[in-house]
């Protein structure tokens, strides 16, 4: 820990890609690799796979108390992808922001257009596409984890959401692994250090 942070408030880091670009190997990485940044866990209605940790990886519901959840207004944004609904909570999100802290959020490009219409300034976009179609089909294959028919729908669904990119701030073109991980470290510092995110009235030298 440095000895002195200038106060600013929390940037919120949003990941997208299509599956199987190998997003959540990169934010893995960033999480573990990058002081001071805390993963969001988002609401999902969809069955926990392998060795996914409830409370860690997803906070895993039914579809009624993720209806319960939203009407109570608890989440920033929220999406049906595939079958299933997603959405990230809303406070502490907001109290990551308020209280300096950066968060990072592994959500699909519907979810990353709300939050960047409600947090606009707070918000850092990052895009991440492995460098071909067929590399993108390899690794879905790979995983194992989906049948056929899902695989064709992900895929399907990947064409559609490559064209996004152009709404992000930053795209990622996962080719080695290690490459993709050393720039989204660059992103989060470069990001950490800009002058607009000081918090008003900071002085330098004050104290
Ligand atoms: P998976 O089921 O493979 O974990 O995630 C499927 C997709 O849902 C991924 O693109 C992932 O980024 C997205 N996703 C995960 N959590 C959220 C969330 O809270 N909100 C939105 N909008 N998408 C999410």
Redesign the pocket.
């Known amino acids: 820990m440095k000895d002195f942070v200038p106060p600013r408030r929390g940037i919120v880091f949003i990941v997208?890609?299509p599956?199987g670009a190998g997003?959540t190997t990169i934010s893995r990485a960033a999480l573990d690799r990058i002081p001071e940044l805390a993963a969001?866990v988002?609401?999902?209605t969809?069955r926990p796979r392998g060795s996914e940790v409830e409370g860690t990886d997803?906070r895993f519901v039914t579809e009624d108390e993720f209806r319960r959840i939203r009407e109570r207004n608890e989440l920033a944004?929220?999406?049906q992808?595939?079958d299933?609904c997603?959405?990230?909570p809303k406070q502490p999100l907001d109290e990551a922001i308020a209280s300096g802290r950066d968060i990072l959020?592994?959500?699909?490009v519907?979810?990353?257009r709300q939050i960047r219409a409600a947090y606009r300034r707070d918000t850092v976009t990052i895009f991440v596409l492995p460098p071909t179609f067929q590399e993108l089909e390899q690794r879905l294959r790979r995983r194992g984890t989906e049948s056929e028919a899902a695989i064709q729908g992900r895929l399907e669904r990947a064409r559609e959401e490559a064209r996004a990119y152009v709404e992000y701030d930053y795209l990622i073109i996962n080719d080695d692994v290690d490459e993709s991980i050393e720039m989204l470290l660059s992103i989060v510092t470069a990001e950490r250090s800009r002058v607009t995110r000081l918090s008003p009235g900071f002085v330098p030298w004050k104290s």
Do not use: M, N, P
Request: without cysteine; proline residues 0%.
């Open positions: 997208s890609a599956s997003k969001s988002s609401v999902t969809r997803y944004e929220w999406a992808v595939f299933a997603y959405g990230t959020l592994d959500i699909d519907q979810g990353a």
